[in-house]
T-cell receptor, first 117, second 111 residues
Framework: DTEVTQTPKHLVMGMTNKKSLKCEQH?????MYWYKQKAKKPPELMFV???????INESVPSRFSPECPNSSLLNLHLHALQPEDSALYLC????????????????FGAGTRLSVL | QKEVEQNSGPLSVPEGAIASLNCTYS??????FFWYRQYSGKSPELIMS????GDKEDGRFTAQLNKASQYVSLLIRDSQPSDSATYLC???????????FGTGTRLQVTL
């Protein structure tokens, strides 16, 4: 089973709203990732967590705030977003962070399609 | 220079033919190489992973890796209309601990 579950599937929010995206996996993976994907572009890495600690922040604006409450759960808190933040937000997980072995395969959730009005 | 390069396509092949997708990368320290398939509006789905030079086969898919030439390719045999999608090449250097994606190649399998 390589399932990563993301909720909600769709989200519409105003620029003053606060919302959260949720990602869950029960594969025992210790690395989790948030990506942003705009139409016809590849996924762009936003954050990486390894063993529940933030490992990489790709200079993402502070209106995006990640949280990893436990090894199975990853949240992305959204506040005061801009219309250009509208995109598909993807969560992924892998057994380990990297290293040239099969444990570093990233499995993606179905994504949350976010529209900011 | 882009870190991971792919021809954006579209690559059009007739049903039953072999589709050949190519990817080059710039970081010689790269250790892990992946091909993901992404249908329009959906999330990336892993097709193949490869770590050593040579070929790796899985059903109709064969990944080929040549670290000396810094390229990785994906062959799809007996292409089906359901193979029509964007194929993303992704490379993990191991040192940066992150996946770098190419821009993707759009494959169209025609009847």
């Amino acid at each position: 089973d390589t399932e990563v579950t993301q909720t909600p599937k769709h989200l519409v929010m105003g620029m003053t709203n606060k919302k959260s995206l949720k990602c869950e996996q029960h594969m025992g993976h210790r690395a989790m990732y948030w990506y942003k994907q705009k139409a016809k572009k590849p996924p762009e890495l936003m954050f990486v967590y390894s063993y529940e600690k933030l490992s990489i922040n790709e200079s993402v604006p502070s209106r995006f705030s990640p949280e990893c409450p436990n090894s199975s759960l990853l949240n992305l808190h959204l506040h005061a977003l801009q219309p250009e933040d509208s995109a598909l937000y993807l969560c992924a997980s892998s057994q380990v962070l990297s290293g040239g072995r099969s444990g570093d395969i990233q499995y993606f959730g179905a994504g949350t399609r976010l529209s900011v009005l | 220079q882009k870190e991971v390069e792919q021809n954006s396509g579209p690559l059009s092949v007739p049903e039953g033919a072999i589709a050949s997708l190519n990817c080059t990368y710039s970081d010689r320290g790269s250790q892990s190489f992946f091909w993901y398939r992404q249908y329009s509006g959906k999330s990336p789905e892993l097709i193949m992973s490869i770590y050593s030079n040579g070929d790796k086969e899985d059903g109709r898919f064969t990944a080929q890796l040549n670290k000396a030439s810094q390229y990785v390719s994906l062959l799809i045999r007996d292409s089906q209309p359901s193979d029509s999608a964007t194929y993303l090449c992704a490379v993990d250097t191991g040192t940066a601990s992150k996946l770098t994606f190419g821009t993707g190649t759009r494959l169209q399998v025609t009847l």
